[in-house]
């Protein structure tokens, strides 16, 4: 096997041993920045981060649209590589990450994807520049923009962005979520008529149908970035709704020896997806 060490910047925290096989150790010989040591049964590549990730970073910075975000019509909400610019620059300050997380929440936050008037956002826009959205509000969509907003508020002092991750506790506080047992539907179904109407004739009417079904895997979601926004909002109340939520879901859905059931609606059921473990 070979280790491939991560070397952080000075004064950053070791980012530890990814290890992966086969390899041929004989091959190995320092070249540029590497530094090759033997660690036991293992060899170590040291490389510095700078030049481990300027390549992905590159790449990244480079498709991100005029509007912000990633891809052609239609378009969503990919917030992973955003994620990434963000914890990079953490530890870099590199100005181009800050610049393209800006640019796609910016573009994102305030567009049609956005509900200006019930807070949230949309699955996906029709097009590139996020019009023509698809009204559907998903759970798993909002948590990872929530996660997304608060982070960029805290990291790049952006006021704004803390409003924007505000209105997504809007509508999963009020829309989505049970206040009393905890835990989070799904999703809140699509209604062009609703959407269309004034802000006085909405809250005049009914809202959008909810899904039931609590989702084990888009629940830990919304709870991880619940907690984060509990602590950066200082909201002692939202922490303990999160951790509500997440008691409930794991004492409605774990089996010893089968993990955590994928969904919650009336009963547990479906067993063995990873993405619900993690």
């Not at 909002?233 to 008691?247: I, Q, Y």
Request: charged content about 25%; aromatic content about 6%.
């Amino acid at each position: 096997t070979i280790a491939l060490k991560l070397v952080p910047p000075a004064g950053a925290a070791d980012p530890g041993v990814i290890r992966f096989s086969p390899f041929a150790p004989d091959s190995v010989e320092p070249s540029g920045p590497q530094r090759v040591t033997r660690d036991g049964g293992a060899y170590v590549v040291a490389l510095p981060v700078a030049t481990t990730l300027a390549g992905p970073l590159d790449r990244i910075a480079g498709v991100v649209t005029a509007a912000g975000g990633f891809g052609t019509a239609p378009k969503f909400p990919l917030i992973a590589p955003l994620q990434l610019a963000l914890d990079i620059y953490r530890e870099t300050e590199d100005q181009r990450l800050a610049h393209l997380v800006e640019v796609s929440l910016d573009g994102m936050g305030w567009s049609e994807l956005h509900d200006d008037v019930d807070g949230g956002f949309f699955r996906c826009a029709a097009t590139r520049d996020w019009k023509q959205p698809r009204q559907e509000k998903l759970l798993d969509v909002n948590a990872s923009l929530l996660r997304i907003y608060v982070e960029a508020s805290e990291t790049l002092r952006i006021a704004r962005y803390r409003e924007r991750a505000e209105d997504v506790l809007r509508v999963t506080q009020t829309s989505l979520a049970d206040a009393v047992d905890g835990g989070w539907s799904g999703s809140q179904q699509a209604d062009r008529a609703y959407h269309a109407r004034t802000a006085d004739e909405r809250r005049a009417g009914g809202a959008p149908t909810v899904d039931g079904a609590l989702y084990a895997g888009w629940n830990a979601q919304m709870v991880s970035a619940t907690l984060r926004a509990a602590e950066v909002m200082d909201d002692t109340a939202l922490g303990g709704f999160a951790l509500k939520s997440l008691e409930r879901l794991v004492v409605a859905c774990y089996r010893p020896g089968a993990g955590i059931a994928h969904c919650l609606d009336g009963s547990a059921s479906v067993r063995g997806l990873l993405d619900d473990q993690i």
